[in-house]
């Protein structure tokens, strides 16, 4: 039982991009593709670790998460917004400062901890962009891969660093995303279904 309801997480972690994929390929949605490239180096680093430390559960998430914002990346190219700051270059070469780490300590846990951190240091950019601009971020997205992540921590056995931080920050920086365009689209009078601010603004 604990196995499906891993499948179940690792499929929803990957469903939870598609109406993010969709909404790029139309134009609804403009990536910050930096931040996803971020992401993507993250959640590489994060499968990595978290296959390493014997926790195949929650690196099957991850997994998803690598492919999927990878597509965005190439999506983004042309449809998304593309601006190198310092920023986004430090937190790319912290993600690669958690590998080494890694590899010098021996401890995909530290790998994992790094990760986090950095991750939720990239995710403010995309924060504040879905206060300023909600209606160009697709909630419905990191709302689905705030519950797939809770598939997987219940479907866990054993409990570490390695199996139990990447989630539960999923559910915690997927969450608080959703819940800004949400917050903020309500706010503004904005429709809640996907596209729903272009319908909001034709009508």
């Keep these: 039982m604990r196995n499906v309801l891993a499948y179940i997480g690792a499929l929803l972690g990957v469903v939870s991009l598609t109406p993010y994929i969709i909404d790029v390929v139309k134009k609804r949605t403009k990536p910050n593709v930096v931040t996803w490239i971020t992401w993507t180096l993250l959640s590489a680093v994060a499968t990595a670790a978290a296959f390493a430390a014997g ?50 300590f021996n401890s995909p846990d530290i790998a994992i901890i790094a990760v986090v951190i950095i ?18 971020e697709t909630w419905q997205s990191f709302a689905i891969g705030a519950v797939a992540s809770m598939f997987i921590i219940v479907s866990l056995t054993t409990y570490n660093i ?15 995303v959703a819940f800004v365009v949400i917050y903020r689209r309500t706010k503004l009078g904005i429709s809640l279904e996907r596209g729903g601010a272009h319908k909001t603004l034709h009508e």
């Design 162 to 176: 390695a199996g139990l931080l990447y989630p539960f920050y999923l559910i915690f920086g997927d969450g608080l």
């Design 119 to 136: 991750d939720f240091i990239g995710v403010l950019p995309t924060v504040k962009h879905s206060w300023q601009d909600p209606m160009e």
């Design 55 to 104: 926790q195949p559960k929650t690196a099957l998430l991850t997994l998803g998460y690598t492919i999927c914002t990878s597509i965005i990346v190439m999506l983004g190219l042309k449809n998304g917004i593309a601006k190198f700051s310092l920023f986004d270059g430090l937190c790319q070469a912290s993600a690669i400062l958690g590998l080494i780490l890694w590899l010098v």
